[in-house]
């Protein structure tokens, strides 16, 4: 008797061994694959990134060439949740998304500055004063930089309304939080970025509107000016006009500029086949004809980046200046956002696309796992069998 119950002792010692091993195993696979698809998969993913190549003047010397080259980042359409519509999953899901993939991209690529394209937030057109505040204070979490990056910000329909929603209260608060201001001129390393309210150039003569087309004009007169100067051309008009860098500027605004749809774009990022040949509405889904105009005729800009879209999209106007329409940097709008990184000189450009983790890579990953510890478990239950099931067999045993 004695003998037994140290041999069912020392069985239950190797039992609990076994399973606490067993126990220990399954939580190590369970805390990787976390890991992995929760932060690791970031690296992974954008480590595979890197900034193009571009042309530098050739009288520069490396290390001045280097230094004059001009790192910028455009990403567009984040649409954080607001209280309204926003279930508190989805924004958990989608924000930890972009928080992580927007850090990571911060930490391996340091961009020197960053620009956001418009629709910061899903609900800035509705937001009560307390909402707004709130989403304010998650947004700063999200992106949060390092004093080496600067963050710039374009307004975007669903921050401030569409044209017949937008007021100068919602347009003021915009502005307080990211000092923005339409036909604002950011120059860095002699590169001009032109900041445009496109959802102010509706046309028809509103107060808004008429201050945003009032700034715009008076900032082209003064690039202009300043490149007829770099050229020695002289003219009265331009007499103690402001002197700026006499590089072509680049557009950064929310709305692309006028196309009939995306029939012509292309890319594996690009709207969905039955959406291509959707005709687009002017002021709705694309600036308007008129206003489209203008902005060429007024800046001759050498490079159009726009959002709103939230698909991929190639356009050259006129021949020979290029649009590119930014997807979507959340999964909530698509399963595989990116984000477009320059290198740009106040000469010459080069840009690249950085793909973010597929979403539907993550949930296959989560899909395997899942079922694998059902099996694992499974599998050591028939191979193990439960300490009291082997203890009743053996006092069978002893019995007979």
């Known amino acids: 008797m004695a003998m037994m119950r140290s041999e069912l002792g020392i069985m239950k010692i190797l039992h609990l061994k076994k399973r606490g091993c067993f126990l220990l195993t399954l939580l190590c696979l ?17 480590f595979q990134c890197h900034w193009p190549e571009v042309k530098i003047e050739a009288h520069r010397g490396d290390t001045q060439a280097s230094a004059s080259v ?3 980042m455009f990403l567009s359409d984040t649409h ?3 209280e309204i519509k926003g279930h508190w999953l989805d924004k958990l899901r989608r924000e930890w998304q972009m928080e992580r993939a927007f850090q990571t991209a911060l930490l391996l690529l340091e961009p020197d ?29 999200m992106f949060r930089h390092p004093v080496r990056t600067e963050l710039m910000v374009v307004v975007g329909n669903h921050d401030i309304g569409f044209h017949y929603e937008m007021t100068t209260y919602k347009l003021k608060r915009f502005a307080k939080v990211f000092n923005f201001t339409s036909g604002t001129l950011i120059t860095r390393k002699g590169v001009n970025f032109v900041m445009v309210n496109s959802v102010a150039l509706e046309g028809d003569g509103c107060t808004v509107c008429s201050r945003a087309e009032a700034k715009l004009m008076k900032l082209s007169h003064k690039l202009n000016c300043s490149q007829q100067q770099e050229q020695n051309s ?120 950085c793909f973010l983790p597929l979403e539907s890579t993550v949930f296959t990953i989560y899909c395997i796992a899942g ?30």
């Open 234 to 353: 002289s003219n009265k008009r331009c007499h103690d006009v402001e002197q700026l860098p006499a590089s072509e500027p680049i557009l950064l605004q929310h709305y692309p500029l006028y196309r009939r749809s995306d029939a012509e774009c292309r890319g594996e990022d690009s709207a969905l086949p039955e959406e291509k040949n959707i005709p687009f509405k002017e002021k709705y889904d694309v600036l308007s004809r008129e206003a489209s105009k203008k902005l060429l005729w007024w800046f001759h800009p050498r490079l159009i980046l726009s959002g709103h879209t939230h698909s991929a999209c190639e356009v050259l106007h006129n021949g020979k200046i290029p649009e590119i329409s930014v997807p979507s940097f959340s999964w909530r709008n698509r399963n595989n956002p990116s984000f477009i990184m320059g290198s740009i000189t106040p000469i010459n450009f080069s840009l690249y696309k």
């Open 70 to 72: 001009l790192k910028a």
């Open 113 to 141: 500055i960053v620009f956001i394209l418009g629709d910061i937030f899903d609900e800035g057109k509705w937001s009560s004063s307390q909402a707004w505040e709130d989403d304010v204070r998650r947004f700063q979490k």
């Open 80 to 82: 954080l949740l607001g």
């Open 30 to 46: 369970v805390i990787f694959v976390l890991i992995f698809c929760e932060f690791i998969i970031y690296y992974v993913v954008i």
């Open 371 to 400: 079922p694998l510890l059902v099996v694992l478990i499974l599998a050591h239950l028939l191979l193990n069998p439960p300490f009291y099931f082997a203890q009743y067999l053996i006092r069978k045993h002893k019995a007979v």
